[in-house]
């Protein structure tokens, strides 16, 4: 089993910025990829950006491209998402998830999610 802990959701203005942090624990792997993603009410799950295991290849949703960074540190089973230039539609509930092997773009394929840390970002 592996547990994933989100932090760093909050209250920020448009054109703020915040730093998401996932802590990953339990039986965790070598190189397995992370993800991040997205629930606004009312819509689906929405991926936001994604990491292999060495962290030598992200992917990104076009919708937050050159805004959003995601980076990790495999010494402490820590992923980020750094989000800049944020919008009042970027507000959500935000989830990493952990996939053994190769990231993706599907949520379907991640192994492990965390319970999320809620972005309100106020016109």
């Known amino acids: 089993q592996v547990q994933l802990k989100e932090s760093g959701g909050g209250l920020v203005q448009a054109g703020g910025s915040l730093r998401l942090s996932c802590v990953a624990s339990?039986?965790?792997?070598?190189?397995?990829?992370m993800g991040w993603f997205r629930q606004a009410p009312g819509k689906e799950r929405e991926f936001l950006a994604a990491?292999?295991?060495?962290?030598?290849?992200?992917i990104y949703a076009d919708s937050v491209k050159g805004r959003f960074t995601i980076s990790r540190d495999n010494a402490k089973d820590m992923v980020y998402l750094q989000m800049n230039s944020l919008k009042p539609e970027d507000t959500a509930v935000y989830y990493c998830a952990y996939k053994y092997y190769g990231s993706s773009q599907y949520p379907n394929e991640y192994d492990y999610w965390g319970q999320g840390t809620q972005v309100t970002v106020s016109s």
């Open positions: 339990g039986r965790t792997f070598s190189f397995y990829a």
């Open positions: 990491i292999s295991g060495r962290g030598g290849s992200t």
